[in-house]
């Protein structure tokens, strides 16, 4: 009978779980400005670039680094993100972001996957106070370690589509007649060739460093679960540190662990959920639902009775609950 | 109980502040900011075929007729031939003034790259109109 009813209750979970991607579509269809209203003056929660010809919103990361830039506080930029992670916390990542969606995307190739230590997620936090708010204070915008001068979701969702959009914009308007086409050798300014357009006009590509990196991303989001996410997000990082106070948590119900370690195995991140179950580089992405001892909850709902039973001593873990070696399942 | 009460009034207090800080920001955070304003104008460029002051003019030297002229007494067929009128030329003044952006604007401006940090650690407006700059700021 108990093996029936966590049959049952797994394969509820595994079906909220699988809600994940039509909300990661839903809301991807939201910020790519569908009503294309442009509401650019609204800081957005998600890593969205605001050069995309198709963003709704500002990213908050590139109005940080811009503001930074500016000497100015950004109170919209800062009031969104606590707001937002003071109630649902790194949910945004699992669940709205696009370019972790994308990397949802790339990780369902069937390729051999491998994991990173979770102490990894520490760089994302030197991302952010280097290359968001230290380099642009200090040398502005024009520092090519600025942070939107390197950001992968700027080249693929802001640079390259622009540069397209330039590329045949200008197409469009030269002269039908190919005699009155310049070459683009004889350009005065003797640029490389491969950097003008048909009308001999010099078109801003992106950079060498920005398509370099854009690449590995995504190359290394074959390899590994969101590496861009768990490694250097910068705004993954705001949201991890949101985790421990935020009103949505995930629980981990040390009465309904049996030692399985499938928790652990679920979490695509590399955390030990049953160590600390809202870890450094968790996405609350759900998954690790499947496992009975783990589920969700609310700073409303403290006695939620789980499938496994009443849970009045149910405890969220803010530190490891098991010590190394102590012989708990991590 | 207290961590209950605590684990709930954090988040709370967090999103009021939250919602605090946009408010203030989206109503009262301002920021001053050069702004260039071009404007054409119509001026009167004198007319480089004209004769230099003092030549066909009313009041020519005494030594010295005006061009053209009899040399005894007025000219008799009205003014002398070379007085041409200026010339009226449109030209586009640039002036600067200081205006305090509130935050919202100052967001949708550097999404296009259009303010920048002057030495002076002054803000400038690097565009005028309503069309920014560029698409993408870097």
Not at chain 1, 144 to 163: D, Q, S
Not at chain 1, 193 to 208: E, F, H, I, K, N
Not at chain 2, 12 to 32: E, F, M, N, T
Not at chain 2, 82 to 96: D, G, L, N, S, W
Request: charged letters at 15%; aromatic letters at 8%.
């Amino acid at each position: 009978m108990v093996s029936v009813a966590k049959g049952k209750s797994l394969f509820h979970r595994a079906k909220l779980a699988r809600w994940r991607f039509w909300a990661q579509l839903g809301f991807l269809l939201a910020w790519l400005d569908p009503l294309l209203v442009r509401m650019h003056s609204v800081c957005g929660p998600v890593f969205h670039c605001y050069s995309c010809p198709l963003a709704t919103f500002a990213c908050p990361i590139g109005v940080l680094a811009q503001f930074s830039a500016l000497h100015v506080l950004p109170l919209i930029a800062i009031g969104t993100l606590v707001a937002v992670g003071a109630v649902v916390g790194s949910f945004v990542c699992g669940w709205a972001c696009p370019f972790g969606f994308l990397q949802d995307l790339l990780a369902r190739i069937p390729t051999p996957k491998f994991s990173l230590p979770a102490w990894t997620g520490v760089f994302r936090y030197v991302v952010l106070i280097a290359l968001v708010l230290a380099i642009p204070y200090w040398y502005g915008e024009e520092h090519e370690l600025f942070f939107c001068c390197v950001c992968p979701a700027g080249t693929l969702e802001g640079a390259i589509p622009n540069t397209v959009q330039l590329v045949l914009s200008r197409q469009a308007n030269v002269h039908p007649d190919p005699t009155q086409q310049e070459p683009a050798a004889s350009d005065p300014a003797g640029q490389d060739a491969t950097q003008q357009d048909a009308a001999g006009q010099a078109v801003p590509w992106p950079s060498r460093t920005r398509i370099v990196i854009l690449v590995a991303v995504l190359a290394a989001a074959l390899v590994a679960w969101r590496p861009w996410c768990t490694l250097l997000c910068p705004l993954g990082a705001i949201y991890a540190v949101c985790n421990r106070f935020s009103m949505v948590f995930m629980r981990f119900h040390s009465d309904r662990c049996r030692d399985c370690k499938v928790c652990r195995s679920l979490c695509r991140g590399g955390d030990r959920p049953n160590r600390r179950v809202d870890g450094l580089r968790c996405v609350r992405c759900m998954e690790c639902q499947q496992c009975q001892a783990v589920s969700i909850g609310t700073v409303f709902s403290p006695g939620e009775k789980g499938p496994g039973g009443p849970g009045p001593e149910l405890v969220t873990l803010d530190r490891p609950r098991f010590p190394s070696g102590s012989g708990g399942c991590g | 109980m207290p961590r209950i009460i605590w684990r709930a009034v954090v988040p709370l207090l967090l999103l009021l502040g939250g919602i605090a800080s946009i408010q203030y920001g989206a109503r009262h955070h301002s920021v001053p900011v050069l702004m260039e304003q071009e404007e054409e104008v119509t001026i009167d460029v004198p007319n480089p075929f004209a004769l230099p002051p003092g030549l066909g003019q009313d009041s020519p030297p005494p030594e010295m007729p005006p061009f053209g002229a009899p040399p005894f007494g007025p000219p008799l067929f009205g003014p002398a031939p070379f007085e041409a009128p200026p010339i009226k030329e449109v030209v586009t003044r640039v002036t600067q003034t200081t205006e305090d952006l509130l935050e919202p604007v100052l967001i949708r401006d550097v999404t296009v790259g259009g303010v920048r940090l002057l030495a002076s650690g002054e803000l400038k407006r690097t565009y005028s109109g309503d069309q920014g700059p560029s698409l993408c700021p870097t």
